[in-house]
């Protein structure tokens, strides 16, 4: 509950109403920009390598955050994954329910030591289960900008 | 105080430009890696992070810090974040500096970053809102403006006219034309900045640095890593700060007591007695031209109302008697708020070790001061190096 709920007499006091009126305008930077031009341009999910680690980063990074290496090595990575974990949500940020529940999941892809959180679409929300297998669903190929939501989701295999 | 002696033994820096197309974790990496490159060390090799960066607000990142932490090296590592306005670059250092001196770590990274282009539609829009919410905020102030109320007291206090003033930038303008990083290098005239548009008395558009993106990194080390590492060590031999009150119509806005406090502190960590004697080379906070004059003279390096006269004699021209911000300063060379802080630092080390090139004041110095200033305009920084 709010302060100006709690408080019955409040229309009494003295407020000013402001906002902080900015908006931000992103570069994705070197590696995102591969990244998510390969999504757009081939619908393929795209790493990079560090060899010394020997990790593989998704989404790709252009330095290896543990010896800092220049990563200058790329590989496209199975378009496929493992749950790892998987929440259903039933609420919207503003705590209304939602019409119909949307299923978000982390997904380990093969080859990579991170993955992917993204929807789980076309999921029965009581046929999910941590290990199941899932692809990713790319949108048609018209459709995509160069976001992440080029991808619409995973589904199960 | 039995504080251990630290030393700068790396530096690197991006360049300095309007819009970056790295990420500000990528632009914090390149800084790092070229300071960690330039005295061949490692991420096995350091010890702890101090992460600087300003409003949250430039990059679009809220716990921007967090957001940071991998570009700045700081994977499972202890990392601090830290922030005051402006003034946060030099301040940077000093946490850095203190987590050496204090003998917790024997090595320390410092890094500074801002991606202020992420900001719409203009940065200043994030200034709006550090002010007082009830009192200011509904004037719609900006930076801009609040300055020029600084400006005017400090130019009718001192009987200054703009000339005076515009020699400054057009001096760092000109010295940033030997910084390959920098993003503003012009060789203009005084007439230049005079002709100027008016963004809100006295203040004009070559009066103001421009915003930046860019990320400027130093690596820190205790004496006995220092010496191993290098034989060229660069020592912190003093460092201050001080907060005057955030409520900025409660001081005198002529003359910067709290830069003053801070080099007092510094000074006395130092042991040094005569600064304008003492002190080779100096890297003011030069956001604005009439910045660099104010601070010098809150820096004990000169009278109040004597630094515009040490201008026009070029005592502070890279080849004078006090050479200041021979790099080209935030005027010539940008200013992403916090990497400029660093970028006025690594200018210091450079210079002291003899690497600046083409910036390299004579005389080989021996002692040089970084400063910088910012929050709600009440902070001062000071750092002082030597050799």
């Not at chain 2, 039995?2 to 914090?28: D, I, P, S």
């Not at chain 2, 001196?101 to 890094?111: E, K, P, W």
């Not at chain 2, 007695?273 to 890297?283: L, Y």
């Not at chain 2, 005592?315 to 708020?337: F, K, Q």
């Amino acid at each position: 509950m709010s302060l100006i709920e709690r408080l019955g007499t409040f229309g009494d006091a003295k407020v000013w109403y402001d906002n902080i009126p900015l908006e931000s305008e992103y570069t994705v930077g070197i590696a995102g920009e591969r990244f998510l031009r390969a999504i757009k341009d081939r619908g393929v999910i795209l790493g990079t390598v560090c060899p010394a680690c020997d990790l593989t980063y998704v989404p790709p990074s252009m330095y290896c955050e543990r010896c800092f290496t220049q990563l200058d090595e790329w590989v496209e990575l199975p378009a496929k994954g493992t749950v790892y974990t998987f929440t259903i949500v039933t609420r919207s940020l503003d705590g209304q329910a939602l019409d119909e529940p949307e299923i978000l999941a982390f997904v380990k892809l093969p080859g990579a030591h991170g993955g992917l959180v993204h929807r789980l679409t076309t999921a029965k929300p009581e046929d999910v289960e941590i290990g199941m297998e899932v692809e990713v669903v790319f949108k048609p190929q018209k459709e995509r900008e160069g976001s992440i939501l080029d991808i619409k989701g995973f589904k199960p295999t | 105080m039995g504080m251990r002696k630290v030393a700068v033994v790396g530096a690197g820096m991006t360049k300095f430009m309007r819009r970056a197309q790295e990420t500000g974790r990528e632009l914090a990496y390149q800084a790092t890696k070229m300071a960690l490159d330039s005295c061949e060390m490692t991420l096995d090799d350091i010890d702890s992070v101090a992460l600087g960066t300003a409003p949250d607000a430039f990059d679009g990142v809220h716990m921007k810090g967090e957001y940071l932490s991998d570009g700045a090296g700081a994977w499972n590592k202890p990392y601090m974040r830290c922030y005051v306005g402006g003034g946060t670059g030099v301040f940077a250092a000093i946490q850095g500096w203190y987590q050496v001196a204090s003998g917790l770590f024997d090595t320390c990274l410092v890094v500074c970053e801002e991606k202020m282009s992420s900001c719409k539609p203009h940065p200043q829009g994030a200034f709006l809102t550090i002010f007082d919410h009830t009192t200011e905020r509904a004037l719609k102030p900006n930076l801009i403006w609040i300055f020029a109320l600084e400006m005017n007291r400090y130019m009718t206090v001192h009987g200054l006219e703009k000339k005076d003033i515009a020699r400054v930038a057009v001096k760092n303008k000109r010295n940033a034309l030997d910084h390959p990083c920098a993003q503003v290098a012009a060789d203009i005239t005084v007439e230049d900045v005079l002709n100027s548009e008016v963004l809100a008395w006295p203040v004009q558009r070559l009066d103001v640095s421009p915003t930046s993106d860019g990320a400027a990194s130093m690596v820190l080390a205790a004496e006995h890593v220092a010496k191993r590492i290098t034989d060229k060590p660069v020592w912190i031999k003093g460092v201050g700060w001080s907060l005057d009150t955030a409520y900025w119509t409660n001081r005198d806005l002529y003359y910067p007591k709290y830069v003053e406090s801070a080099a007092r502190m510094a000074y006395d960590m130092a042991g040094i007695k005569e600064p304008r004697k003492e002190i080779h080379v100096v890297e003011p906070y030069d956001p604005f031209d009439y910045k660099e004059l104010h601070h010098l003279e809150g820096l004990l390096l000169c009278e109040k109302g004597e630094a515009p006269r040490l201008t026009a004699d070029g005592v502070t021209a890279r080849d004078g008697d006090m050479p200041v911000c021979p790099s080209g300063g935030l005027l010539g060379v940008g200013n992403p708020i916090a990497a400029s802080g660093i970028m006025k630092l690594n200018e210091i080390f450079w210079q002291l070790r003899g690497e600046a090139g083409k910036r390299q004041v004579p005389g080989q110095p021996r002692t040089g001061l970084a400063q910088s200033w910012g929050d709600l305009m009440q902070v001062g920084c000071v750092v002082v190096l030597g050799i």
